[in-house]
């Protein structure tokens, strides 16, 4: 199986800040990379797929890039509701899909 | 638009089993691939497995393989998951998802939450 590793685990940081997020798979997956957000009591939320394409209606300021291997998600500004928890996911050629094990961002 | 309503939630006892529905609106279930995903409190996103509608076939993963059970009944337009032999651990928010470009997951359902007590 093909496993996904997320660094950090935990982010703090300030409103305005730029961050980036990275997602490590254990063998290629081509770009079959997707990121989601979720808060709290809620379902997650795409905010990109194909690593690097952004659904519809989702801020500018999320951005994704990457292939192969490494992918990585960036948030160029901080906004309030933009704290939450990141994960990204993957679907491989067997159709099975596996998450990374999630970032938490947080307010410093 | 397309939306996915879930049953609401359960306790269950362990050993017992439990069976929730995603009703799909907006949209033909036949043409969609449907997952379910399962989230322990304080923990992270865990693929239970998927159905394609259209040809009645479903894939899960080991972990999962004889204890989950999911189908799709095109004439209610709902998806199905099924859990048996519930054991404590199986005490999480359960759920379905639309398949959307590129393997993602495009649309979500509200969560259904499952207790499983004695």
């Known amino acids: 199986d093909i496993q996904l590793t997320q660094s950090p685990s935990f982010l703090s940081a300030s409103v305005g800040d730029r961050v980036t997020i990275t997602c490590r798979a254990s063998q290629g997956i081509s770009s079959y990379l997707a990121w989601y957000q979720q808060k709290p009591g809620q379902a997650p939320k795409l905010l990109i797929y194909?690593?690097?394409t952004l659904q519809s209606g989702v801020p500018s300021r999320f951005s994704g890039s990457g292939s192969g291997t490494e992918f990585t998600l960036t948030i160029s500004s901080l906004q309030p509701e933009d704290f939450a928890t990141y994960y990204c996911?993957?679907?491989?050629?067997?159709?099975?899909?596996?998450f990374g094990q999630g970032t938490r961002l947080e307010i410093k | 638009q397309v939306q996915l309503v879930q049953s609401g939630d359960e306790v269950k006892k362990p050993g017992s089993s439990v069976k929730v529905s995603c009703k799909v609106s907006g949209g033909t279930l036949s043409s969609y691939v449907i997952s379910w995903v399962r989230q322990a409190p304080g923990q992270g996103l865990e693929w239970m497995g998927g159905v394609m509608p259209m040809f009645g076939t479903s894939k899960y993963p080991q972990k999962f393989q004889g204890r989950v059970t999911i189908t799709a009944d095109k004439s209610t337009s709902a998806a199905y998951m099924e859990l048996t032999s519930l054991r404590s651990e199986d005490t999480a928010v359960y759920f379905c998802?639309?398949?959307?470009?590129?393997?993602?997951?495009?649309?979500w359902g509200q969560g259904t939450l499952v207790t499983v007590s004695s």
């Open positions: 998802a639309k398949k959307g470009n590129s393997g993602s997951l495009d649309y």
């Open positions: 996911q993957q679907l491989n050629s067997y159709l099975s899909i596996t």
């Open positions: 194909a690593a690097s």
